[in-house]
């Protein structure tokens, strides 16, 4: 009896270890804080932007995102948003989509001058004002309509997937909404 509780309790726990292997990585089913989404047959896996810190800096500081990376943007509630390219050191492909996941807009946005640091020896005040006239001279990529979703993608991920604006991508939008803050 006991041989066969010791079988029973060592099955169990290599059960429970190989549940723990199989589980889901980095997606939103494994409540991770990166979205899997597909699109025409190919998957990414994108990080979860939802709060107004994630949101501001984005991809910001990256000199790399991978083939099937990138991020997506979530808001409280669809607005006429506007990207740039502030601090990115890769280029970066948009997707602006509405509150059901329909596509409003989409651009291939190129790297910018980067950003001016602050001089030795230079105020803050004139730092600010610096980087304040730097920000404004971005080009600013709209999503022409009320989005309530960005997906941004490595540069040239746009000319593979063959999408237009009013095209439909299947995103779990009711699920994402509540994520918003």
């Known amino acids: 009896m006991a041989d066969r509780f010791r079988f029973m309790t060592i099955r169990l726990v290599m059960l429970v270890a190989l549940a723990a292997l199989l589980a889901p990585g ?3 089913e494994a409540g991770s804080d990166t979205v899997a989404v597909e699109i025409n047959g190919a998957w990414y896996h994108l990080e979860l932007a ?3 810190e994630t949101r501001q800096l984005g ?3 990256r000199d790399h995102i991978d083939a099937d990376g ?3 943007f979530v808001f409280k509630s669809p607005l006429v948003l506007y990207f740039v390219m502030r601090d990115c050191l890769a280029p970066i ?8 996941g329909r596509i409003t807009a989409m651009h291939a946005m190129t790297i910018e001058d980067p950003e001016p640091e602050q001089k030795e020896g230079e105020s803050d005040s004139a730092y600010n004002t610096r980087r304040a006239e730097y920000d404004r001279g971005l080009p600013k990529y709209s999503s022409r309509f009320a989005a309530q979703f960005a997906l941004e993608f490595a540069g040239g991920t746009l000319d593979t997937l063959d999408l ?3 095209d439909k991508i ?3 939008t009711v699920k994402l909404k509540k994520l918003a803050r």
Do not use: Q, Y
């Open 26 to 28: 980095c997606d939103e």
């Open 70 to 72: 990138g991020m997506i």
């Open 59 to 61: 991809l910001g500081g």
């Open 50 to 52: 939802d709060d107004p």
């Open 164 to 166: 237009k604006p009013g």
């Open 170 to 172: 299947d995103l779990d």
């Open 93 to 100: 492909d948009i997707v602006f989509l509405d509150s059901s």
